[in-house]
Structure formats: structure tokens, C-alpha cells
């Protein structure tokens, strides 16, 4: 391609950036659905936590599911003045495979995200592993959609998980799916600081 139709092409593409750019004036807090069954969904989300301490926002962080793992993203929050963070203290389900328990520790988990989403202080939060309470019924997805349907209007949502339900798709207002193409763990790699962990 000559020089002369590249610049052509690349000014009718800017002019057509610079057109969507103009046309997108809503100023409104989203719900990002992060889902699928690839890695990452919740480095993603942490990912914008991060750029969002980059504007001094403040930030709610609901960890369901993972609870009782040791990360450095926790070690970094943990350090945060912005960011408050509560965690299901039951860690991954099959390992308590106890459902009545877990549902418990749902429940008291989303009554602390619950808050958040009512606090017109907090800008963004992120309610990671939240696809799991829905899908195993721990937690009613009507009690959820309302309190997202009814937060501040400028709050941003990050949600993240796999097998994200219907509800929780046609509420968002971005969805990216993330595709597992292979994963170290399938070679017997254990997880690796600062990667996984």
C-alpha cells in the first residue's frame, strides 16, 4: 500500500474514531462483565481497580469464592487507603462441600458488597467470582440485579466469573468473554507467584 492511500485510509478511520468519539456523551456509571472460562477475568478486574487509584477513586472490592487464598493483589490492597475489601471466608466450595455453609457465607459476604453499592462515596466496585453465588444458587440474582439497578448512578460495576447468567448479561453494559486457549496448570505447573498468585 502507497503512502499516499495509507494516510487516506488512516484519516478515514481517525474521522470515523473522532464521529463515535463526539456521539458517546453520557456521562453514567457501567457494569463490566468480565465471564468465560479463560484466565484472567479477575487480573482484569484488579487491572481497572488499579487505574481507578490512578484517578484517587475509592474503591469496594467483594471477593466471592477465593476467600482464603493469599495473592499479592491482596498484599497490594491491603496497603490502599482507597480500597476496602471483604472476603467470603469459606474459600473454593468444593473444597468445604458444604452448602449450607457456604450459602451462609455468601450471604454475609453480599450484605458487605450490598453496602457498598449504596455508598455514593465508593466510585467503582468490583464484585469478583460473583457468576458462582448465581449460578449455585447461594445468592437470589433478582436481590442482585435490584441493588445493581439501584446504585449511584456514577458507581461503576466490575463482575467477574464464569457462566455468567442471563440476568446478569442483559444488565451489563460491557461484556468481554474470556477463552481459555491453555493453561500452564494442564501441564502440572503449580502456580506461580506473581502470575497466579
Known amino acids: 500500500m502507497s503512502d499516499g492511500r495509507y494516510k487516506a485510509r488512516m484519516q478515514r478511520k481517525k474521522a470515523h474514531i473522532d464521529s463515535r468519539i463526539e456521539q458517546a456523551n453520557i456521562d453514567k456509571g457501567i457494569i463490566v462483565l468480565l465471564t468465560g472460562n479463560g484466565k484472567g477475568k479477575s ?8 487505574r481507578a ?13 477465593k476467600g482464603v487464598q493469599d495473592t499479592g493483589e491482596d498484599a497490594f490492597l491491603a496497603k490502599q487507603p482507597n480500597v476496602q475489601t471483604v472476603s467470603m471466608k469459606t474459600g473454593f466450595t468444593w473444597d468445604t462441600q458444604d452448602k449450607e455453609f457456604d450459602t451462609a457465607m455468601a450471604v454475609e459476604t453480599w450484605q458487605k458488597a450490598q453496602n ?33 439497578n439501584n446504585r449511584p448512578s456514577n458507581q461503576h460495576v466490575v463482575i467477574t466469573g464464569r457462566a455468567a447468567s442471563d440476568g446478569l448479561i442483559e444488565i451489563a453494559n460491557t461484556i468481554s468473554e474470556v477463552k481459555d486457549v491453555q493453561h500452564a496448570f494442564r501441564e502440572n505447573i503449580k502456580a506461580q507467584k506473581g502470575i497466579d498468585l
Not at 487480573?43 to 488499579?50: E, I, K, P, W
Not at 487509584?53 to 466471592?64: E, Q, R, T
Request: glycine share 6%; with cysteine.
Open 116 to 148: 457498598y453499592l449504596e455508598d455514593e462515596s465508593i466510585d467503582l466496585v468490583v464484585l469478583d467470582e460473583l457468576t458462582y453465588m448465581v449460578s449455585y444458587k447461594y445468592l437470589d440474582e433478582q436481590l442482585i440485579l435490584d441493588a445493581l
Open 43 to 50: 487480573s482484569s478486574a484488579l487491572g481497572m481497580v488499579c
Open 53 to 65: 487509584l490512578g484517578y484517587d477513586m475509592k474503591i469496594g472490592i467483594a471477593k466471592f469464592l
